[in-house]
């Protein structure tokens, strides 16, 4: 670059706040790229680095700066040899510091660079994350669903688990009308909810509602407790209400079984395995569906104590046997429901008659009678082996299918090896560094020269991140030497997290198979 020209950028630059740099790619004979000299930087950039201007400028940067991360190369390759504009945040270890930087073309090979330490912004926002994590498992926990109605624009933004369970938009506009013409909500309570609705317009505080939905995936309606709580702008006057959905059809079914001992619709569903009914406070039975599976003997007079240690003697898992005991001992059920618990679960291997083993899910629900005040709960097994079995055949497939699965943080460029199957054999010493390790591997497994030339720029964290930007997915097929076999090896890229440059990488053995 012309010594007016950087003269001319000296003038500008000196004394700004903003950190700016010019860049100059540093080629091989052969025209590789190998570094980038500092031709210019402000004071403003030094205080960044840590070092006085002068040490810097006329030095090849990763040669000055060992630790710095290997994709600052890629990030000036794309604006000074490609021309492109080029965005990306890096963390550098060494100072313990994330940079935002861009760079921009100025001449072939020449670019510039500015600079921001974003280090407290990025902080922020993942203790913002943190934070909504933690709340979003409190509500996942609690069993609510939650949204927000904006009153003045008649608009509503539902939270992942309302999109999740019952498959709306997260952006619902003309609400609550667009909410009815789901169809979730039963028809018999519409007129009921658009009243809720013009109450927290006309500036109600809270306002609660109970009514029947039919979830898409549901077999069964299910009963909702809604609360809205409204929220005031400076004026008082309603500006949006929180709005938090419940399950209640336990609870409701619960009700209806206090009205009708003689017709409980809970204890004769269909879809129960068993179902018993029992007083906690008596330590009784007071009834069981009729065809029992899990104890046939239960018919007996049995206290719920005897009961439930009669299951545990048909559970063979030391652990599992321990954990039903603790769940299921009677003054524990009647303190933890004097806390407000109300529901205990347990799952596990149940050995059944005839050496028929069972994968079973056993609940309890309590609650207080309304007249005697006695503790009631209901016992419900639902026989889970089908699924039990899937998960563990699922399971079992995805290690069979795939033999390495990565995480691949392409910010700092390294990675996390998420799955491993047990034939695949990698290097003693493997670096931390992707590229590096891929080098590693691919010089172990493939005896061509040529080949692990082109397969090594192929895996070249700036190529593999151009292809996923441009289709999205991106194959590499080589072939493996291994004991002496060839082996033909896919390795597919795709994005984890995108705007934090997470990458997926799953390498499948296709040898014989229709593929390349």
Sequence with gaps: MDEHVLAGYRKIFDYTPVAFAILQLVRQPGGDIQDFKVLYLNEACGKLLQQAPEKVAGHEFLATFPDAPASLLHLVRWAAADGEKSVRRVYNAKLARYIHIECYPLEPDICCSIQLDVTEEIRRRQEL??????????????????????????????????????????????????????????????????????KLKNGLKTVTFEAEIWPPDAETPQWEKVIYCTIFDALGEPLKAIGTAIDITEQKNLEAAFRDFQQDRRLLAASRLDAYKVNVTNDTILSIKQGSIVLDDAKQRLSMTEFFHQVSQRIRDPEEKAAYTVCYHRERLLADYAKGRKSVSFMGWYEGSEDCRQYLKMSLQLMQHPVTRDIIGIICTDDLTEQKRNEEAMACAMHSVFELVLRIDARTGAFVICQRAQQMQLPAGLSQSFEAAAKQVLRASIPDDEEYGRRVQELQLWNIIRKLNATGNFVVYYNSLEAGSLHRKKLQFSYMDKENMQICMACTDVTGSAEK
């Design 129 to 198: 994350e943190e934070f909504k994590e933690s709340y979003d498992a409190v509500i996942a926990s609690s069993g609510l669903r939650y949204w927000e109605y904006d009153l003045r624009h008649d608009r509503a933004i539902q939270s992942e688990a309302s999109q999740r369970e019952l498959g709306i938009p997260k952006y619902m506009e003309n609400y609550p009308q667009s909410w009815l013409d789901t169809n979730i909500l039963l028809p018999e309570y519409w007129a009921d909810y658009l009243e809720v609705h013009k």
